[in-house]
């Protein structure tokens, strides 16, 4: 199993950056994919997550810190997530992982121990 992020770099303030998670090694449709990040010095956070086609409870996930700024999406037949990052602020700075889980509900997207699956990370660094 392979969780491969890629994308990340530097960015100024208002800038854009597109993370993608390419995946291998599981059944990628049945999975929802999503987003955490650990900025220093602070506790990991559930920034994004995509569900799998039909789930009726969601699609998409975001954070309050992150809504109305970043956009997810999957396509299937790649294997390959993406995570759209518009108008970046400085604390949006911080190493981005991937992450799989075969059953996540609602009320656990945004817990770590949920996701069966993490990718190495990506650091992605917003400053001028």
């Known amino acids: 199993v392979q969780l491969q992020a890629s994308g990340g770099g530097l960015a100024q303030p208002g800038g854009s950056l597109r993370l993608s998670c390419t995946a291998s090694g599981f059944s990628f449709d049945d999975y929802a994919i999503g987003w955490f990040r650990r900025a220093p010095g602070k506790e990991r956070e559930g920034v994004s997550c995509i569900g799998v086609s039909g789930d009726s409870t969601y699609s998409t996930y975001y954070a309050d810190s992150v809504k109305g700024r970043f956009t997810i999406s999957r396509d299937n037949a790649k294997n390959t997530v993406y995570l759209q990052m518009n108008s970046l602020k400085p604390e949006d700075t911080a190493v981005y992982y991937c992450?799989?889980?075969?059953?996540?509900?609602?009320?656990?997207?945004?817990?770590?121990?949920?996701?069966?699956?993490w990718g190495q990370g990506t650091q992605v660094t917003v400053s001028s």
């Open positions: 992450v799989a889980g075969l059953r996540i509900i609602l009320s656990m997207i945004r817990v770590p121990s949920s996701y069966d699956y």
